[in-house]
């Protein structure tokens, strides 16, 4: 059974930095692409980051292009967010993501993705 469950968030100042983590089990996930969405209160959930098969190949959103960046360790199974230069509109539920099939590169959407971690509170305060 595959899960994947956040770690990381909490409360920081506009500013400060957070990591969030995503630890994989169940799968390895070495040839899946994987993302990060958030979704805040009264919102749709959208699209952060994503990162293909291929660790070099990233993708971001233009609201947190320069200020976040998406990594992953293969060795670990593992998925990272790295936030920094945080802004209060950056107050969400983070979500890391997993595609079910393998060597296909990521997309934008949620429906793009097939495994989805419980989420992490990230808050920013001004």
């Known amino acids: 059974q595959v899960q994947l469950v956040e770690s990381g968030g909490g409360l920081v100042q506009a500013g400060g930095s957070l990591r969030l983590s995503c630890a994989a089990s169940?799968?390895?996930?070495?040839?899946?692409?994987m993302g990060w969405f958030r979704q805040a209160p009264g919102k749709e959930r959208e699209f952060v980051a994503s990162i293909n098969w291929i660790p070099s190949t990233k993708y971001y959103a233009d609201s947190v292009k320069g200020r976040f960046t998406i990594s992953r360790d293969n060795a670990k199974n593992t998925l990272y967010l790295q936030m920094n230069s945080l802004k209060p509109e950056d107050t969400a539920v983070y979500y890391c993501a997993a595609k079910d099939r393998r060597f296909t590169p990521p997309g934008q959407s949620p429906n793009d993705y097939d495994y989805w971690g419980q989420g992490t509170q990230v808050t920013v305060s001004s």
């Open positions: 169940g799968r390895t996930f070495t040839n899946y692409a």
